[in-house]
């Protein structure tokens, strides 16, 4: 097992730990997972994120012309979410940024967060800005369904306690010094809150039609086609590294492709990758991402890129040329039936 603290005490309290996308995680507690995410009362850990710490008088007005969110009114104690571009538009990383007394905290996909850092430090010239990575000594929690009175204690050893939705769900933010990560934890747990392995995780993820990095988008990504231009990137604001791409995008009012869901037909997930054609199988028209068996649909789903004139819900696709899907709008639960 991976000597992380965390991942000792999740074994303690039953996980079954194992590589989860090349990373070590609690893959799952037990057939209750789901439930508990659905019923809204769990703690997920974010293992598969990583943290930078921006510090130096000018880190404000630095990271405002670096990331696609507007942070002049981010408040202490606060958060919002953001990208990472490269000039050309493409998406470096998603992010979740919020400002500490000293310092703004950045969550990014462990995944790139070298190579964000990389390219933080390549647009550092006289600004009296530093970035620090810090995936070593702080660890991310998700709380869904806590009263701000239940996790009141967690300040004490929290870094920073923000208000943040999970896959349409209310829930809480939590940064927390990586030594005290499981003590946090199973205070969480010891209260009620149901521990939720990264299994269920993802299905209640694509049921929202959340893109995950790595997986649904990666530096070919333009943020609209993963949608994140509905709560990601700030229109109103000044230059930003990759604002010009995003200007002109927003101009035009759609992309070629963009995220859809597929309702599948038949069994068994759609391989990452795999090629939607058109109904007559005459024109390739996007592929898949990520797939799942969705308990609330009782079908198989998946996130698949699907270019601007098939995207119509209810629209007939083929995958692989042979089984058919129905594009779904997203999410394909709606908060009503979760």
């Known amino acids: 097992m991976d000597d992380h603290p965390l991942l000792h005490a999740q074994a303690s309290r039953g996980a079954e730990i194992g590589l989860w996308r090349g990373r070590t995680r609690a893959l799952r507690y037990g057939p209750a997972d789901y439930e508990a995410l659905v019923s809204g009362h769990a703690v997920l850990d974010l293992l598969d994120r990583s943290a930078l710490i921006v510090r130096g008088d000018d880190r404000e007005t630095w990271l405002q012309g670096m990331v696609t969110a507007d942070l002049r009114s981010l408040g202490e104690g606060s958060g919002r979410p953001a990208c990472f571009l490269e000039p050309k538009g493409h998406l470096l990383g998603d992010a979740w940024i919020a400002r500490l007394p000293e310092a703004l905290l950045v969550e990014v996909p462990a995944a790139c967060s070298d190579a964000i850092a990389a390219h933080c430090d390549r647009h550092l010239v006289m600004e009296d800005a530093e970035v620090e990575q810090a995936r070593d000594t702080i660890v991310f929690l998700h709380v869904l369904g806590a009263q701000i009175e239940e996790i009141a204690g967690m300040r004490e050893c929290a870094l920073c306690v ?165 594009v779904s709008v997203l999410p394909f639960v709606p908060a009503d039936r979760r």
């Not at 829930?171 to 205070?187: I, N």
């Not at 007559?280 to 308990?295: E, K, Y």
Request: aromatic share 8%; with cysteine.
């Open 162 to 326: 923000v208000s943040r939705p999970w896959c349409g769900r209310p829930g809480w933010w939590l940064a927390v010094p990586t030594q005290k990560a499981a003590q946090v934890w199973g205070s969480l747990v010891e209260s009620g809150l149901a521990p939720v392995g990264a299994e269920a995780a993802e299905t209640a993820r694509v049921e929202h039609g959340t893109p995950e990095y790595g997986t649904d988008m990666d530096t070919s990504t333009l943020p609209p086609e993963a949608g994140l231009h509905l709560s990601h990137i700030s229109y109103e604001k000044g230059c930003y590294v990759g604002q010009e791409v995003m200007a002109r995008l927003h101009a035009r009012g759609h992309t070629n492709r963009q995220l859809a869901g597929l309702i599948l037909s038949g069994q068994g997930p759609a391989a990452a990758g795999e090629r939607v054609m058109s109904s007559d199988g005459a024109a390739d028209i996007g592929w898949t991402t990520s797939s799942v068996w969705s308990p609330r649909l009782t079908a198989w789903i998946a996130l698949a890129y699907v270019r601007h004139e098939f995207r119509a819900p209810g629209t007939t696709v083929l995958i692989s040329g042979q089984r058919d899907a129905t």
